[in-house]
């Protein structure tokens, strides 16, 4: 069984603007704000890609420590998966 990889919704637009980002999603009509970290996420899913890949995008943007980018990732993806601005896929 493969891992699941992530991906942005297709009805989710995204707009960075000055170190943060906005997201629309077109069908629920709701916005929400990202910070730096969740922006360099929901830029790392223009291409779907796996849990291990979008810690390592952490990891290569902060200093921090592979515990703290795991819990950051998976805190941001539970919450855009609830609120359907990231998907899953198999």
Same mark, same amino acid.
Not at 5 to 29: N, Q, W
Not at 37 to 44: D, F, S
Not at 77 to 90: K, W
């Given at each position: 069984?493969?891992?699941?990889?992530?991906l942005r919704h297709a009805e989710m637009?995204?707009?960075?603007?000055?170190?943060?980002?906005?997201?629309?999603?077109? %069908?629920? %009509?709701?916005?929400?704000?990202?910070?730096?970290?969740?922006?360099?996420?929901l830029e790392a899913l223009k291409e779907? %890609?796996?849990?291990?890949?979008?810690?390592?995008?952490?990891?290569?943007?902060?200093?921090?420590?592979?515990?703290?980018?795991?819990?950051?990732?998976?805190?941001?993806?539970?919450?855009?998966?609830?609120?359907?601005?990231v998907e899953t896929s198999e």
């Amino acid at each position: 069984m493969s891992e699941p990889k992530y991906l942005r919704h297709a009805e989710m637009r995204l707009t960075a603007l000055e170190g943060e980002g906005v997201v629309l999603h077109l %069908r629920s %009509r709701r916005y929400f704000s990202v910070n730096e970290t969740g922006l360099v996420l929901l830029e790392a899913l223009k291409e779907p %890609r796996t849990f291990d890949e979008l810690v390592a995008a952490i990891l290569s943007e902060y200093d921090v420590s592979p515990e703290t980018a795991i819990e950051t990732t998976r805190e941001f993806l539970d919450h855009c998966v609830a609120t359907a601005v990231v998907e899953t896929s198999e």
